[in-house]
């Protein structure tokens, strides 16, 4: 095991992570797909929903997807993809897999890594149709492509407490 010692100071508390091995933690390729495929069901809820719900109780009418729906659903989407990944290291998927996104020395990720890594590394990821994914599946790091630009890693593991 990998003896990386680093400490990180944040508004509320330091955070001192020992004996950090990003390889041995390493999230599952097939886990993350799952935890992708978790991530879009949700996100889908809220229109799916709508529809099914004013389908059932409506009017008759042909069932539509009002504005406000859809203002609500990218309000939850940046939640999910970007304020829950800054202060919790996971996204709804990774809460329900078991998933958590550090820094490469175990630390939490900041603002500046997190925009890296789901605002650019994404954008990259999907101009390549996916590629920059795949390549969490035939590295032995286990990163993806948006993890590589940020300097993180998904790890599949709980902290412990000393």
């Known amino acids: 095991m990998a ?6 100071s944040s508004s509320y508390r330091s ?4 004996d950090f091995a990003p390889t041995e933690l390493q999230a599952p390729f097939f886990l993350r797909c799952a935890a992708i495929f978790i991530d879009y069901m949700v996100l889908l809820a809220i229109p799916v929903g709508w529809l099914l719900i004013e389908t059932l109780l409506g009017d008759g009418t042909k069932a ?6 859809w203002f609500i659903g990218i309000i939850f989407w940046l939640v999910n993809f970007l304020l829950l990944p800054l202060f919790r290291g996971q996204s709804i998927r990774k809460m329900l897999t078991g998933l958590t996104i550090v820094n490469l020395d175990g630390t939490r990720v900041g603002i ?9 590394g994404y954008i990259i990821t999907v101009a390549t149709l ?8 035939v590295n032995t790091s286990g990163r993806a492509l948006h993890d590589i630009i940020a300097g ?4 599949h593991g709980r902290k412990k407490q000393l």
């Open 130 to 137: 996916g590629l920059g994914l795949l390549f969490a599946g």
């Open 112 to 120: 500046g890594g997190i925009i890296r890594r789901n605002i650019f």
């Open 15 to 18: 955070e001192k992570v020992v």
């Open 3 to 8: 003896s990386t010692a680093s400490s990180v």
């Open 64 to 69: 539509t997807v009002s504005r406000t729906v």
């Open 152 to 155: 993180t890693i998904v790890v």
